[in-house]
């Protein structure tokens, strides 16, 4: 059974037990690392997870165990903060082509809409990355850049594109 739901701070363990899963597994799609986040406190992840009304990190649940997290962050600085962003997708493997990414970035997306003054999401994904590029473009992300040697990974560069979804509010 399916279940999406916010992650709250009593989330932390799983919550960061998949999200170091991921950036071992899937080092080139992340601006993070394994070897930066292995030894985080768990205070320091409870923090992450902790409600806010404007942005927060979404679970998808397969028979009560986490399978798929994705984040909406949102900038701070007053002349930036319409601007949402998502960070941290991951589907662990055997979940994948089941339709979770898809669901957890329509609740990012939701979030995002039912936030005043949010006017944008940006994110940045891998050039290399067609599965995910397919899929935010299935959901409307639009590109507006490819950076080139945008990532360090084991002395390889990768470019990343850059995308954005106009939330069209007046
Ligand atoms: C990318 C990722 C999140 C997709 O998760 P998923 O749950 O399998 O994706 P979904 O089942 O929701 O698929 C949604 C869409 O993604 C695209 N997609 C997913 N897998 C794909 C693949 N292997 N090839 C091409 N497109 C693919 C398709 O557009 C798909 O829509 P469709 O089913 O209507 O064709 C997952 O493969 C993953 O975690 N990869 C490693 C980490 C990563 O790349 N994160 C993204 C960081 S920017």
Redesign the pocket.
């Known amino acids: 059974m399916l279940k999406l739901r916010r992650l709250i701070s009593s989330d932390a363990s799983v919550f960061q037990a998949l999200r170091l899963a ?1 950036l071992q ?2 080092p080139l ?2 601006g993070s690392s394994y070897e930066e986040e292995k030894d985080l406190p768990l205070s320091t992840v409870e923090d992450r997870l902790a409600a806010r009304p404007d942005r927060g990190v979404f679970g998808a649940f397969i028979n009560n165990e986490l399978s ?1 997290i994705v984040a909406l962050g949102r900038e701070n600085k007053h002349k930036l903060a319409h601007k949402a962003l ?1 960070w ?6 055997q ?11 329509q609740e990012a997306i939701a979030l995002a809409q039912a936030t005043k003054d949010i006017q944008q999401i940006n ?4 050039a290399g ?4 590029i ?5 959901l409307n992300f639009k590109s507006f850049g490819h950076e080139p040697n945008a990532l360090l990974v084991d002395g390889e560069f990768h470019d990343e594109v850059h995308m954005y979804l106009p939330l069209n509010k007046v």
Do not use: D
């Open positions: 991921g597994e899937s799609a992340f798929g998502i941290g997708l991951y589907v662990t493997p979940a994948r082509a089941r339709g979770l990414a898809r669901a957890l970035l994110l940045s994904v891998n990355n067609g599965a995910a397919a899929l935010y473009q299935s």
